[in-house]
C-alpha cells in the first residue's frame, strides 16, 4: 500500500518499525474514509491491497528486458510460494505451460479476495483494494495438502561438508562447513566395542545424507576406526545439531563492509545557511504559499518545487528559500528536473530530496542538496554516503531516539530533525479516500477514521497522497533537550496561515504542547 521505505504507520502506531522489517500490520485494521469527523466502528480495510499478479505479462516482461523476477514470500505459507515458483517457473516458458487448476490453487491458498495488476497497468482505484476474508481462508483449507506435495521432495542448495569421526574412548564428533564458511560441530554417544555388525562409512553417510527439510545438501567424509558401533539415532541427532546450528549462523546479520573514505562536502553547498553558533536554525516546511505567516520570523522557508517562481523570487529577497522535491515522481523525473533548472534564478538556496534519485536531479540542476526525512537516515555511514552523493545537510530519521543521534557529531555535514508536524504515515500511489469515496467530495479535508474514533488525515500532491499522522509532533518545550543538532524543521501540512504563525511563535519561544499531540519516536524508539 505504501511506497517502499515510506511507512511509519507500523513504528508510530505499534513501536515496530516496517522500514526495518518488523511491520506490525496495522494497515490491515479497519478504517472508514471520513471527511474528517468521526463516524461509528467500521469493518472496513481500505488500507489493504489485493496481492500482485503479473503471471500474464512476463512474456511481455521479458520482451521489454526484464531478466529477473522477484516473488515475494513474507509471511506466507510454503503452500504459497511453492505454488507461486511453480507458475511463474511455468510462465516463463509460456503462459500455455502453466497448470489453470494450480493457478486456481494459488489464488485460494492466499489472496485478498484476488489478485491486482493495477500498478503496471496503470488502472489504479478501487479495484486494487481487497483483504483476507473467511471465505478466502475457507478456500484454502483444501489445497493445502496438495500444493504440500510441491515441494515434498525439494533438493537442498546449499553445499555443505560432513566430517565424521568416530575413535574408541572418544565422544564421536560431527564437523560441518557450509559454502558461506560458516562452521559447527556436535559431541555424540562414545562408540562402543561391535558386538553383531560394526560401524562402516555406507551406514553412517546413510544417515548423514537424510538433509530433508533443509536447505542443505551435503558431501560426506568419514574416519570411523573398525570395529566400533553406535546407534543410528545418535548419528542423526549429530546431523540435526549441527544442520540446525549452520541455518542459525546463516540467519545471523552480518556487518555490511563501507568505505570510510569520505570525501568533504561538495563547494555547492546549504551548510552556511543551515548552521548557527549558539541554537538550531528554524526552518519552516509548508505545503502552499498561502501557510506562510506575514513578517514570518521563520530562518529558513520550504515551499513545493511547484510554487510559482515568481513567489519563490519575492520571498528570497528577505528569507533563505528551500523548494522541496516531491517524495514520489513514479515518471515525473524530466518535468521535475525542468522545474529545478527553472527556479535556479529565483534565489533558491537548496532542495529538500527524499530519495537518491531527487538528489542526483538536484545535482544536475545545479542546485545544494538537503537530504530529508524519507532517506531514512540512521547512522553515519549512510550520512557519509549521502555527503559523497552531494548531500551538503541532511534530516535524520524520525525513527531515531535522541540518543541513537549521538553520530551526527561524526559527520562531516550539518544535520537536524523535523521538531514539529503531524508526521507522513504512508506516502501512497491510490489514494484511500478517493478509492471509495471519489475525489469530488474531498476538497482537501479527507480522512480515515480507525476503530477508536480517531481520525487520520489525508494530502493529496504530486500524483501521490500521505496519510497524517492523528496528532502533530511536538518538541517546541523540548529544545534544551535535543542532542546537538545544527537545526529543526516544523513541516506544517494542514495548518492554517494562523496556526503556523502561532506555532512558529512557540518554538521561538518554548511554550507547552497543545492538548493533542505526540512526542513522537525520539523518546521511546522502535523495534
Known amino acids: 500500500m505504501s511506497v517502499s521505505g515510506q511507512c511509519m504507520m507500523s513504528a508510530m502506531l505499534g513501536g515496530r518499525s516496517g522500514n526495518r522489517g518488523l511491520c506490525a500490520g496495522?494497515?490491515?485494521?479497519?478504517?472508514?474514509?471520513?471527511?474528517?469527523?468521526?463516524?461509528?466502528?467500521?469493518?472496513?480495510?481500505?488500507?489493504?491491497?489485493?496481492?500482485?499478479?503479473?503471471?500474464?505479462?512476463?512474456?511481455?516482461?521479458?520482451?521489454?528486458?526484464?531478466?529477473?523476477?522477484?516473488?515475494?514470500?513474507?509471511?506466507?505459507?510454503?503452500?504459497?510460494?511453492?505454488?507461486?515458483?511453480?507458475c511463474y517457473s511455468a510462465a516463463s516458458t509460456g503462459t500455455k505451460n502453466i497448470d489453470p487448476n494450480l493457478l486456481n490453487d494459488l489464488q485460494a491458498v492466499f489472496s485478498r479476495s484476488g489478485f491486482t495488476d493495477g500498478y503496471y497497468t496503470g488502472r489504479r482505484g478501487k479495484n486494487m483494494f481487497g483483504s483476507r476474508t473467511y471465505e478466502d481462508v475457507t478456500a484454502a483449507a483444501p489445497v493445502l495438502k496438495r500444493l504440500a506435495q510441491l515441494y515434498s521432495k525439494e533438493t537442498g542448495r546449499i553445499p555443505v561438508k560432513l566430517k565424521f569421526v568416530v575413535r574408541s574412548g572418544q565422544p564421536a564428533v560431527l564437523f560441518a562447513k557450509d559454502d558461506s564458511g560458516n562452521f559447527a560441530k556436535a559431541f555424540g554417544d562414545v562408540p562402543q566395542p561391535a558386538i553383531n555388525r560394526p560401524l562402516d562409512e555406507v551406514s553412517a553417510a546413510a544417515q548423514l545424507q537424510k538433509t530433508g527439510g533443509t536447505p542443505f545438501f551435503v558431501k560426506i567424509t568419514c574416519d570411523i576406526e573398525h570395529g566400533l558401533a553406535m546407534s543410528l539415532s545418535s548419528i542423526n541427532s549429530l546431523r540435526r545439531q549441527v544442520l540446525d546450528d549452520l541455518l542459525k549462523q546463516r540467519s545471523l546479520p552480518?556487518?555490511?563492509?563501507?568505505?570510510?573514505?569520505?570525501?568533504?562536502?561538495?563547494?555547492?553547498?546549504?551548510?552556511?545557511?543551515?548552521?548557527?553558533?549558539?541554537?538550531?536554525?528554524?526552518?519552516?516546511?509548508?505545503?502552499?504559499?498561502?501557510?506562510?505567516?506575514?513578517?514570518?520570523?521563520?530562518?529558513?522557508?520550504?515551499?513545493?518545487?511547484?510554487?510559482?517562481?515568481?513567489?519563490?523570487?519575492?520571498?528570497?529577497?528577505?528569507?533563505?528559500?528551500?523548494?522541496?522535491?516531491?517524495?514520489?515522481?513514479?515518471?515525473?523525473?524530466?518535468?521535475?528536473?525542468?522545474?529545478?533548472?527553472?527556479?535556479?534564478?529565483?534565489?533558491?538556496?537548496?532542495?529538500?530530496?527524499?530519495?537518491?534519485?531527487?538528489?542526483?536531479?538536484?545535482?544536475?540542476?545545479?542546485?545544494?542538496?538537503?537530504?530529508?526525512?524519507?532517506?531514512?537516515?540512521?547512522?553515519?555511514?549512510?550520512?557519509?554516503?549521502?555527503?559523497?552523493?552531494?548531500?551538503?545537510?541532511?534530516?535524520?530519521?524520525?525513527?531515531?531516539?535522541?540518543?541513537?543521534?549521538?553520530?551526527?557529531?561524526?559527520?562531516?555535514?550539518?544535520?537536524?530533525?523535523?521538531?514539529?508536524?503531524?508526521?507522513?504515515?504512508?506516502?501512497?500511489?491510490?489514494?484511500?479516500?478517493?478509492?471509495?469515496?471519489?475525489?469530488?467530495?474531498?476538497?482537501?479535508?479527507?480522512?480515515?477514521?480507525?476503530?477508536?474514533?480517531?481520525?487520520?488525515?489525508?494530502?493529496?500532491?504530486?500524483?501521490?497522497?500521505?496519510?497524517?499522522?492523528?496528532?502533530?509532533?511536538?518538541?517546541?518545550?523540548?529544545?534544551?533537550?535535543?542532542?546537538?543538532?545544527?537545526?529543526?524543521?516544523?513541516?506544517?501540512t494542514i495548518e492554517s496561515r494562523q496556526q503556523t504563525a502561532d506555532i512558529i511563535d512557540a518554538y521561538r519561544s518554548g511554550s507547552p504542547p497543545p492538548e493533542n499531540f505526540t512526542r513522537g519516536l525520539y523518546k521511546r524508539g522502535v523495534e
Not at 58 to 63: D, H, N, P, T, W
Not at 68 to 82: Q, T
Request: proline letters at 7%; hydrophobic letters at 45%.
Open 254 to 492: 552480518h556487518p555490511v563492509p563501507f568505505n570510510k573514505t569520505v570525501s568533504p562536502p561538495p563547494p555547492l553547498s546549504a551548510r552556511s545557511v543551515l548552521k548557527k553558533e549558539k541554537m538550531p536554525v528554524l526552518v519552516a516546511r509548508f505545503a502552499n504559499a498561502n501557510q506562510i505567516p506575514k513578517n514570518t520570523n521563520a530562518d529558513v522557508i520550504v515551499l513545493p518545487l511547484d510554487t510559482p517562481v515568481d513567489i519563490l523570487s519575492e520571498l528570497s529577497i528577505k528569507h533563505s528559500v528551500f523548494v522541496e522535491v516531491p517524495r514520489g515522481m513514479f515518471g515525473s523525473e524530466k518535468s521535475t528536473l525542468d522545474k529545478l533548472i527553472g527556479i535556479t534564478k529565483a534565489g533558491v538556496s537548496a532542495a529538500l530530496c527524499n530519495n537518491i534519485g531527487a538528489i542526483a536531479l538536484a545535482r544536475t540542476a545545479n542546485i545544494a542538496v538537503v537530504a530529508y526525512f524519507g532517506m531514512n537516515i540512521t547512522n553515519v555511514d549512510a550520512l557519509n554516503a549521502l555527503v559523497q552523493h552531494g548531500v551538503s545537510a541532511a534530516v535524520l530519521s524520525q525513527e531515531l531516539t535522541f540518543k541513537q543521534m549521538s553520530f551526527a557529531r561524526l559527520a562531516l555535514t550539518t544535520c537536524g530533525i523535523v521538531a514539529y508536524g503531524r508526521q507522513p504515515l504512508m506516502l501512497t500511489r491510490n489514494c484511500p479516500y478517493s478509492a471509495f469515496a471519489g475525489c469530488d467530495r474531498c476538497k482537501g479535508k479527507a480522512s480515515l477514521t480507525d476503530r477508536r474514533g480517531i481520525c487520520f488525515p489525508i494530502t493529496c500532491s504530486g500524483g501521490c497522497s500521505e496519510l497524517l499522522n492523528s496528532a502533530p509532533l511536538w518538541l517546541a518545550d523540548q529544545l534544551s533537550k535535543l542532542p546537538p543538532l545544527d537545526f529543526i524543521v516544523l513541516h506544517f
Open 26 to 86: 496495522p494497515c490491515r485494521l479497519p478504517f472508514m474514509p471520513t471527511l474528517g469527523q468521526a463516524v461509528p466502528k467500521s469493518d472496513q480495510k481500505v488500507l489493504s491491497l489485493k496481492d500482485l499478479s503479473l503471471i500474464e505479462y512476463v512474456s511481455e516482461l521479458a520482451s521489454i528486458g526484464v531478466c529477473s523476477l522477484k516473488i515475494e514470500g513474507r509471511m506466507k505459507r510454503p503452500e504459497y510460494v511453492a505454488a507461486a515458483t511453480s
